[in-house]
């Protein structure tokens, strides 16, 4: 069966790539703030951080307006940031304040903007799949053009949701973007031991235009990107997307505390530094003459600041109080 | 008022309310065919876009449901059966049960999932059950188990009007059940608020779902030798009028809880629990349940009668605790 290319040469041009870079710096120098403060025992639960992978994520989302979908994972912190989320809400989420994207009830597990379309970083892997893909069912019924995207990795792939999503959205055409990031762990087991095929294969199963791609290459995830989201926008379906990446910190940060033996060598984990996004990018701007060293100080400058006042505000907000608890199980309805 | 049957009266509240909230959709197996009747003449008139037959693919189903829900589509998701559920369990528990908390109360969760319970008319095991106890543990979603054509309109009416995900749970052997519904356009049945059937003095029988007919039954064969029931059918579990059961029990002294759920960690058991705690007091004999036994339903009609409640066992378990 013959699908629809999802290749474009497409390209977003260097001011949107400045922003995107930014936006990936951002989410990067977050993560290693929240990093710092997991190790440190600062913080009361766990994180998942995504570093290595935010191509995927800026890119994609650099197509969403705010009336758009995103659902996510437990590794949501920079799909979250990529849907125009604030890092002081964020920070102040998994800090456990009220002040929080979700006034410190929901957790890095749970970051949450739904005035961005942003409808949630999920605890169970596949849940986003199942809930992007009723956004999708919302928004076809809506008949605005709006669009929902699931991001999930290749360990939530081998949950059934995915299998049963893709079967209703071809057969409803829902407007939805499927994006798999591929980071070759299913949380401490090698992908290649728990997946069987191709996961993509698995997509253009169910006749879906496909593509794979790497992942770390942020133009090459725009461009692709581009053309599934505007054909979802159109009424002509879904698509698929498995952007290999890789993610460069732990599955949780908190891991070397209770592994017994690391489950991934040193050396691959160097080899994958080598292709970080983010200097990739700024290397391609400089190319592109569209960015000089200075501007990457100022860049870093700017992005440092902005996640400076966002611990601070972290810190001087209050945890919050049972009143928002009981306020936020039931709609006008005590629990 | 008409007079109809309890699956027409859930017919009835989704067509009134779909015409009248026209965001409003519907999904399930075979919805278009309809099963259990409830469902008939939706697609006919609303259409693909809002009335949808699904593959079997409850995972997905619940998910969606909760994601339409949560995007602003006010979403009925019908299960078919409770049993199937389960194999959609994500969607309901960890999705529909817990987003609005774990958003901050950000989200609203306008989503209704329908499903038929209950046993006795040999479809096995797995297609028996009465699972709510499960869902009243999960802490954030509503729970309707109607027992008349009257109390399953209004309460779905509620369930489509409100923002609160909502389990509304159909008593299979009660659909043929007919009953005065009224036509009134608002006609409404809150959460919250149990049905008294008929005042008494002498005991409180609470009464669920299927139990209810059973416990009417009951409540004349007592009255015939003198004894005064106050019937209470709480109509929804979750929330859960417990100021209603603890004051009948005040003043009746005695406590018969009749429900075809397995009775550990029954909603039985619950309100025995909370009867215990809050009117102990006024106790004057021991609370009864009357449940159905801590086994999977087998498929053998007389073993079903064994098992499963009835009117002679309310009496009896009536007449043990009057004695008491």
Redesign the interface.
């Given at each position: 069966m013959s699908q629809p290319d999802l290749h474009h040469n497409f390209t977003p041009g260097p001011e949107r790539l400045k922003a995107m870079l930014e936006r990936m710096l951002l989410i990067r120098r977050t993560e290693e703030q929240l990093g710092a403060d997991s190790r440190s025992g600062e913080l009361p639960g766990n994180v998942h951080l995504c570093a290595g992978q935010e191509a995927i994520a800026v890119a994609v989302c650099d197509h969403l307006s705010d009336d758009d979908?995103v659902?996510s994972t437990h590794r949501g912190h920079g799909h979250f940031l990529a849907k125009g989320g604030s890092a002081k809400s964020l920070i102040a989420e998994v800090h456990g304040k009220s002040s929080?994207?979700?006034?410190?009830?929901?957790g890095s597990m749970?970051v949450?903007?739904?005035s961005k379309g942003m409808?949630?970083a999920?605890?169970?892997v596949g849940?986003g799949?199942?809930?992007?893909?009723?956004?999708?069912?919302?928004?076809?019924?809506?008949g605005q053009g709006q669009v929902?995207v699931a991001f999930f990795g290749d360990g939530a792939s081998s949950?059934?949701?995915l299998s049963?999503?893709m079967?209703?959205a071809v057969?409803?055409k829902l407007p939805l973007l499927l994006v798999c990031e591929y980071n070759g762990y299913s949380e401490f087991s090698a992908s290649a031991t728990v997946n069987a095929g191709e996961i993509a294969d698995r997509a253009r199963a169910f006749g879906m235009p496909t593509e794979v791609i790497d992942g770390n290459d942020l133009e090459a995830v725009w461009a692709v990107a581009a053309v599934a989201i505007d054909r979802a926008r159109k009424g002509e379906g879904p698509s698929f997307i498995e952007a290999k990446t890789y993610r460069l910190r732990g599955h949780l940060e908190a891991e070397d505390g209770f592994l017994q033996a690391p489950y991934r060598s040193e050396d691959e984990i160097d080899q994958w530094r080598t292709r970080d996004p983010i200097p990739r990018l700024a290397q391609r701007l400089v190319e592109l003459s569209a960015l000089t060293a200075t501007d990457i100080e100022a860049l870093e400058a700017n992005v440092a600041a902005e996640v400076k006042d966002a611990l601070q505000f972290a810190h001087e907000s209050e945890p919050?109080g049972m009143e928002?608890?009981l306020?936020?199980?039931?709609?006008?309805?005590r629990? | 008022m008409v007079k109809m049957r309890l699956t027409q009266a859930i017919n009835a509240a989704y067509f009134e309310e779909m015409e009248r909230n026209e965001r409003i959709v519907l999904f399930g197996e075979d919805v278009e065919v309809s099963m259990f009747g409830d469902t008939r003449g939706l697609h006919a008139k609303f259409g693909s876009k809002r009335v949808r037959n699904t593959p079997i693919s409850e995972s997905a189903m619940t998910g969606m449901a909760v994601g339409a829900a949560m995007a602003g589509t006010p979403t009925i998701c019908h299960l078919m059966f409770s049993n199937f559920a389960l194999t959609g369990f994500d969607g309901i528990a960890n999705q529909a049960a817990k987003l609005r908390l774990m958003t901050g109360g950000q989200a609203r969760l306008p989503v209704t999932f329908v499903a038929a319970i209950g046993a006795g008319t040999s479809t096995g095991a797995q297609h028996s059950d009465t699972p709510y106890p499960m869902f009243m543990n999960l802490g954030g979603i509503n729970i309707a188990v109607p027992a008349t054509p009257a109390d399953a309109k209004g309460l779905m009416k509620s369930a489509l009007r409100g923002f609160n995900p909502t389990i509304f749970l159909l008593p299979r052997v009660r659909g043929a059940t007919a009953g005065e519904v009224s036509e009134d356009p608002d006609f409404l049945v809150p959460y919250g608020k149990a049905s008294v059937l008929q005042e008494g003095t002498d005991i409180t029988i609470v009464a669920i779902g299927s139990c209810v007919n059973h416990a009417v039954r009951a409540a004349k064969a007592l009255k015939e030798d003198g004894v005064s029931v106050e019937l209470i059918d709480p109509r929804t579990l979750v929330p859960l009028d417990t100021d209603t059961i603890v004051a009948s029990v005040r003043k009746t002294g005695r406590l018969v809880v009749a429900d075809e759920a397995r009775d550990r960690c029954s909603a039985a058991s619950h309100i025995a629990a909370v009867v215990g705690d809050e009117a102990f007091s006024s106790l004057r004999a021991p609370i009864k349940r009357v449940t159905a036994p801590n086994i999977p339903m087998p498929y053998a009609p007389a073993l079903e009668r064994a098992l499963l409640p009835d009117p002679e066992k309310i009496v009896a378990a009536a007449m043990l605790t009057m004695a008491g």
């Open positions: 979908y659902g929080g994207a979700c006034g410190g009830l929901g749970h949450t903007d739904l409808i949630g999920n605890g169970i849940g799949i199942g809930l992007a893909a009723g956004a999708a069912l919302s928004a076809q019924v809506a929902a949950q059934g949701i049963e999503v079967n209703i057969l409803w919050p928002r608890v306020s936020s199980v039931f709609v006008d309805q629990p | -």
